[in-house]
Antibody, heavy 119, light 107 residues
Framework: QITLKESGPTLVKPTQTLTLTCTFS??????????VAWIRQPPGKALEWLAL???????RYSPSLKSRLTITKDTSKNQVVLTMTNMDPVDTATYYC???????????WGQGTLVTVSS | DIQMTQSPSTLSASVGDRVTITCRAS??????LAWYQQKPGKAPKLLIY???TLESGVPSRFSGSGSGTEFTLTISSLQPDDFATYYC?????????FGQGTKLQIK
């Protein structure tokens, strides 16, 4: 059974760097074909795709946020980490990590973690 | 970037109704489209992938169709549990993108 869980700060100040960790079980990011994505959702708004990391360490980013995002994996810990620099109040959102399934859609999601950006 | 546009944004319907939600892509995405259901305070749930394939465990009253740039999600007979927000997502091209959502509410 695949599970994912996001962790990190609930409150960050403007200009700070956000670091979120996705800890997962039920699959290995060293297995060919596997991938983990980050998606966010501002309160009351739509889902926004942020980044994806593959088993072979290939990484993809949202072009509009690429300069601020870094996605990494720690295969031994079954974790994926997303860092976002220069946080702004508009980055206030629930951040989700999700498993990319065999059929390429996101078949398992974490519960999400709400990050508020405020001074 | 590929833009995904859903219609309507809000849909009011009754239990037992047949409803259809449309998703249009700004360029062809072949059949690389997924539909998700999201309830308040919860993570999205995958319903359909590759435009028309039902995810395991999803009730058969849900169906998807389309290819290229136009897609539909149909619920054949609404159940109380179906009132939620629905999102389409393309995974043909990076960056991946979602529609703006369709809120299905009780009439």
């Amino acid at each position: 059974q695949i599970t994912l869980k996001e962790s990190g700060p609930t409150l960050v100040k403007p200009t700070q760097t956000l670091t979120l960790t996705c800890t997962f079980s039920g699959f290995s990011l060293s297995t060919s074909g596997e991938g983990v994505a980050w998606i966010r959702q501002p309160p009351g708004k739509a889902l926004e795709w942020l980044a994806l990391i593959y088993w072979d360490d290939d990484k993809r980013y949202s072009p509009s946020l690429k300069s601020r995002l870094t996605i990494t994996k720690d295969t031994s810990k079954n974790q994926v980490v997303l860092t976002m620099t220069n946080m702004d109040p508009v980055d206030t959102a629930t951040y989700y990590c999700a498993h990319r399934g065999d059929e390429l859609a996101y078949d398992y999601w974490g519960q999400g973690t709400l990050v508020t950006v405020s001074s | 970037d590929i833009q995904m546009t859903q219609s309507p944004s809000t849909l009011s319907a009754s239990v037992g109704d047949r409803v259809t939600i449309t998703c249009r892509a700004s360029q062809s995405i072949n059949s690389w489209l997924a539909w998700y259901q999201q309830k308040p305070g919860k993570a999205p749930k995958l319903l359909i992938y590759q435009a028309s394939t039902l995810e395991s465990g999803v009730p058969s009253r849900f169906s998807g169709s389309g290819s290229g740039t136009e897609f539909t999600l149909t619920i054949s007979s609404l159940q109380p549990d179906d009132f939620a927000t629905y999102y389409c997502q393309q995974y043909n091209t990076f960056p991946r993108s979602f529609g703006q959502g369709t809120k299905l509410q009780i009439k």
